[in-house]
């Protein structure tokens, strides 16, 4: 494999260059905890159009959905093409819902609705699954770029982290969204650059490209079977509509986009603005792994290599010198951009839902300062499971931290659901829901999912009273657990006298006024 070239790495500093003037840039302007978390009003729609993008769009989708595509068809795409689809249909009364009735963290609604367990079962789960997935992320950017140029990983994990701590640290929430606007301007140039490529190389173009990859299903969403034990186009439909509403309604990495636009109005077109955009992203980088799939048949390509490092591969050796170090970059930049936008939401969540809670009317300096350590804090414990993940290897600490993620974080679509739609749930059904899921959860993982390093095993078998649908269906089941038992359980309770404007009727009511 080729090595950078020094044009390269002066690409590559140039864009971190970049990174961090614009963290540098805003930061006379961070002088309230507001500004700091929303600078509310500062943003045009196509730039916060642009931030959802790059919000929702990380490295992972630079090396996971050309490995996908390599190695498989398009099922895991349905996920993504379910966003659309359920969005434009919701949107409408999500953004000014959140925008009417919350501050600054998304989980101040489920407060109102239904009490502070909601809220904190809510916020907690975030906490653990931004935590998580930025360790994740952070130990596959070291990984892939070790691969390519040989620098220690660890040195790597270092300078992308101190990098990324730093800007949200000067910068705020301005300083995030215009590098999400860079950063969205990369994507596609990149991608574009890649598809190009690909296709120009194979022998015979996009012709001999959809022929040799339909011969050799790499093409298609099947298995198209109705049924729920594997991986099939029903149970990524479903799942993929569930996951629309949990990333766009009850996020805050996405919900924080709404309460920084100027308007409803202005939110909404950032959100389809965003919505419309990051669908042909994940297609075309889905399609890069399907044109690898073609390319290497035609070329050889060194025994062993796993499929998430071909597409690094086909970059180092394919590609000339300074697309080479833009590509790079922009991996980089993928990277910096998402985890900047979940370090700023898991500082405003820290501080909305905990410290404030605990040190009410305290001054807004005090407020700033402890959003900043927030922001320091999560950066180094993020850090610290990156390295973890170097240190003892992914699969097993991945299994673990996925394992209390997914126990303590299920139902959370059916609590916003129930609290959208019906007036009838309340407090203590809800609680009932959340409990009575949590239980369900951790059966169906622990009897489904083995655990460990050398030799992973089931932590609970039950033999035949294991879980044996796929896993993605576990999270709509615990959606649909928490609305059922929530809604039954909310019946043996009085009726809760609720704010209007908490309810999707009073929207209804209110845009036919």
Aim: glycine fraction near 8%; charge should be positive.
């Amino acid at each position: 494999m080729n090595h950078l070239h020094f044009i390269d790495y002066c690409i590559i500093l140039l864009v971190l260059g970049i990174t961090l003037y614009l963290g540098f840039r805003f930061a006379k302007r961070q002088d309230t905890t507001e500004k700091y978390f929303l600078s509310k009003g500062n943003f045009p729609a196509w730039a916060l159009g642009l931030s959802l993008l790059s919000t929702l769009i990380s490295s992972v989708t630079f090396l996971g959905y050309p490995a996908q595509g390599y190695t498989s068809n398009w099922i895991l795409l349905v996920q993504g093409l379910m966003v659309p689809i359920v969005l434009l249909g919701t949107i409408w009364f999500i953004v000014p819902l959140f925008r009417k009735v919350i501050g600054l963290s998304t989980y101040e609604y489920f407060e109102k609705r239904f009490g502070g367990f909601a809220r904190y079962y809510s916020s907690s789960s975030f906490i653990i699954r931004q935590f998580a997935g930025m360790g994740t992320v952070l130990f596959l950017i070291a990984v892939a770029i070790h691969e390519m140029t040989t620098i220690s990983p660890y040195i790597i994990l270092a300078v992308v982290g101190f990098v990324l701590v730093l800007v949200n640290l000067k910068g705020g929430m301005q300083a995030v969204i215009w590098l999400d606007v860079f950063q969205g301007f990369m994507l596609f140039a990149s991608s574009i650059i890649c598809l190009g490529v690909l296709l120009f190389s194979i022998k015979g173009g996009v012709p001999e490209a959809i022929k040799v990859a339909t011969e050799n299903n790499r093409t298609g969403f099947g298995p198209y079977d109705f049924r729920f034990d594997q991986l099939t186009l029903i149970v990524m439909i479903i799942n993929g509509a569930f996951y629309a509403i949990q990333k766009y309604a009850t996020d805050q990495t996405v919900v924080q986009r709404y309460l920084t636009a100027k308007s409803d109005r202005a939110a909404e077109k950032a959100s389809l603005l965003g919505i419309s955009l990051t669908v042909p992203i994940w297609t075309i980088f889905m399609f890069i792994g399907t044109a690898l799939f073609v390319f290497y048949k035609q070329n050889n390509l060194p025994e062993g290599m796993k499929a998430e490092a071909v597409f690094p591969h086909f970059i180092m050796t394919e590609l000339p010198t300074g697309v080479i170090g833009f590509l790079v970059a922009a991996l980089i930049s993928a990277a910096i951009c998402s985890l900047s936008a979940d370090l700023n939401s898991l500082a405003a969540v820290g501080m909305q839902d905990y410290y404030k809670k605990l040190r009410p009317k305290k001054t807004d300096k005090e407020y700033l300062y402890m959003s900043k350590t927030f922001v320091v804090l999560s950066g180094l414990i993020s850090i610290a499971i990156g390295a973890l993940y170097l240190v003892l290897g992914n699969e097993g600490v991945l299994g673990v931290i996925f394992t209390i993620y997914a126990i303590f974080s299920g139902g959370i679509v059916g609590i916003f659901l129930l609290g959208l739609f019906s007036a009838r749930a309340n407090r203590q059904g809800v609680n009932i829901g959340i409990i009575t899921c949590i239980l369900f959860t951790a059966w169906a993982f622990l009897t489904s999912t083995p655990i460990g390093v050398k030799e992973p095993k089931l932590l609970l078998d039950l033999g035949n009273f294991n879980f044996t649908h796929h896993k993605l269906m576990l999270g709509v089941y615990s959606h649909l657990v928490v609305i059922v038992v929530g809604y039954i359980a909310s019946l043996f309770f009085p009726k809760p006298v609720l704010e209007p404007n908490l309810l999707y009727s009073s929207w209804k009511a209110n845009r036919h006024k």
